[in-house]
């Protein structure tokens, strides 16, 4: 099994610590490798590395720093497959997913690279005559990316691509559950001729690794997705750094009673199930029209006793693995949970034994909205049925949990597709469609407490990985006072 190593300063090497753990392929619990248990001091030096870089790199004009990002797409492209099954074998999802894992990075790269030859700033009109007004974009400086395992090659490349682009050095952790993605991940952008030190990777753990860059003086944007946890611990402690937080879900879909209830069907089973519901936009909710539970339930059992569970490499696996043993815990914690405060149990609810950390798509039905289950983040594939009489009682349902990602409603009436796209207080509205698809050239981020007001994808990202500053130029050749002069 071979060793692998993090990335300083251009050169592949062990951690400080001479510490290591695994990352283990979790449909079969065998080891994909050795990595560095990365410390504070490995963080250190990544961070001087990236400061030393910062000077040639924001130097370089941007088309030129695109045409890098464009050797990148194409070489993404080239190992789509390779880096896909590695997705699979890592993380667990099943290989079309994987393959959509890279593809997603493949996208962003083709868009940022494009943005190297815009990148635009505002001219306006001044109120004073001979006088110029302009915005331009400059880099923030040394930005560290804290990622989670769940798209363990997507996430990076939203916070990656837009920071490179913009001018922006990199110090990167990758999620202890994914290394080995993350570091095929940046072997591309080493390939495609970056610079040294632009992109600087340390493996290891959250408290360590994750903290020092969240408090390391020299960073100047911690861009964190993960746990609504951790992001309100990282609020606290980066001062006044720019931070971007993409943090949980409780996603719903509403079915309205002229619901097309097959759609509807596919929509629930791939938000509730695919990934197997670890997906920060998983449908864990599904809010249902009194008039047609009844006959939605008895489809949704039907079709989820049919989805095969099993290694995401084979064909005609619905349903990998959990990530871990302790993620499986916390899903099998919450079926408990489920059945104490009075939901029932319709399908699943049980671990399968053997290899792999496998668990039994999940459903319950007569759940209120304030219960635990229809309230936080499970991470898994369960599903809380919630019954509503009409429209203005499903978007109250919506509405009653502390995040506000995704959300989805399958009707066929144009106004209470409308009204519910107004009131739903979500960073994503779906019509027709299920809780899960986002482009990479459009806003992605949510509301409350998914994060802090900061969107990735397209211009977005560009935003967040970069400053504006606001010139002006006056070629009057006297002193002109703004809000004073002719006043
Ligand atoms: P997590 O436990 O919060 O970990 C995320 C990352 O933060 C990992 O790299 C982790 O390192 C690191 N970390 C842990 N503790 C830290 C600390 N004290 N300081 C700095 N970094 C720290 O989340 P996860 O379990 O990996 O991911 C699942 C969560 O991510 C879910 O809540 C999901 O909804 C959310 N998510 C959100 C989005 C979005 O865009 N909104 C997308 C995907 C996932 P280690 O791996 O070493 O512990
Ligand atoms: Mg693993």
Redesign the pocket.
């Known amino acids: 099994m071979s060793t692998h190593k993090i990335l300083i300063n251009g050169e592949w090497v062990e951690s400080s610590s001479g510490k290591t753990f695994d990352s283990l392929n979790p449909a079969t619990e065998k080891p994909l490798g050795i990595f560095q248990k990365g410390n504070r001091e490995d963080v250190k030096s990544a961070t001087d590395s990236a400061e030393d870089a910062f000077e040639k790199w924001s130097n370089y004009p941007a088309p030129k720093r695109g045409e890098i990002l464009f050797k990148a797409y194409q070489l993404l492209k080239e190992n789509k497959q390779r880096l896909g099954e590695l997705v699979t074998k890592e993380m667990g999802k099943v290989l079309p997913e994987g393959l959509g894992d890279v593809q997603e990075a493949i996208d962003i790269t083709a868009y940022m690279a494009a943005e190297g030859r815009r990148l635009f700033g505002h001219t306006t009109p001044s109120e004073l005559p001979d006088k110029f007004c302009m915005t331009v974009r400059r880099p923030v400086g040394v930005v560290g990316l ?6 363990p090659v997507a ?1 990076p490349s939203w916070k990656i691509l837009p920071a490179l682009i913009c001018g922006n050095t990199v110090v990167f ?5 994914t290394p080995l993605c993350a570091i095929e991940f940046v072997k591309i952008f080493e390939q495609a001729g970056l610079p040294d030190g632009v992109v600087n990777l340390v493996t ?4 360590d ?3 020092e ?2 408090t390391n003086s020299k960073i100047r944007m911690v861009s ?8 309100l ?2 609020t606290k ?1 980066a001062g006044l750094k720019k931070v971007g937080l ?4 409780k996603n719903g879909i509403i079915i309205m009673d002229d619901a097309d209830l097959e759609l509807a069907l596919d929509g629930v089973i791939w938000g509730g199930f695919g990934t197997t519901g ?4 998983a449908a864990s909710r599904v809010i249902v029209h009194e008039k047609v539970k009844e006959k939605f339930l008895e489809m949704f059992v039907e079709r989820t006793e049919k989805l095969n569970l099993g290694d995401g490499l084979n064909k005609g696996t619905d349903i990998g693995p959990l ?1 871990n043993d302790e ?1 499986r815990e916390k899903v099998e914690k919450y079926t408990q949970i489920g059945i104490d405060e009075g939901a029932k149990l319709l399908h699943g609810g049980r671990k399968i034994g053997g290899k792999g950390f496998f668990y039994q798509p999940t459903i319950f039905d007569d759940v209120t909205p304030g219960m635990r289950i229809a309230q936080e ?1 499970i ?1 898994g594939p369960t599903v809380s049925v919630i019954e509503v009489k009409n429209l203005s009682e499903a978007i109250e349902v919506m509405n009653s949990v502390k995040y506000g ?1 995704s959300s989805s409603i399958y009707t066929k009436d144009v106004n209470k597709a409308f009204k519910a796209v107004e009131k739903i207080e979500a960073g994503l509205t779906y019509v027709n469609a299920s809780t899960i698809g986002s482009e990479v050239h459009l806003p ?3 509301v409350k407490d ?2 802090n007001g900061t969107r ?1 994808g397209g211009i977005h990202g560009v935003e967040e990985f970069s400053e504006v500053k606001t010139v002006y130029i006056d070629y009057s050749g006297k002193l002109q006072k703004a809000q004073i002069d002719d006043k």
């Not at 804290?146 to 798209?151: E, G, K, L, M, T």
């Not at 993409?246 to 879900?249: A, D, I, M, V």
């Open positions: 804290i990622s989670p395992w769940n798209f996430i952790k990758p999620a202890s559950d290891g753990s959250g408290s690794v994750g903290d860059i969240v964190f997705t993960g746990s609504r946890e951790v992001g611990e990282i402690k993409e943090l949980g879900g670890q997906r920060c936009t990530i993620a983040e991470f990602l992605f981020g949510g998914t994060g990735e």
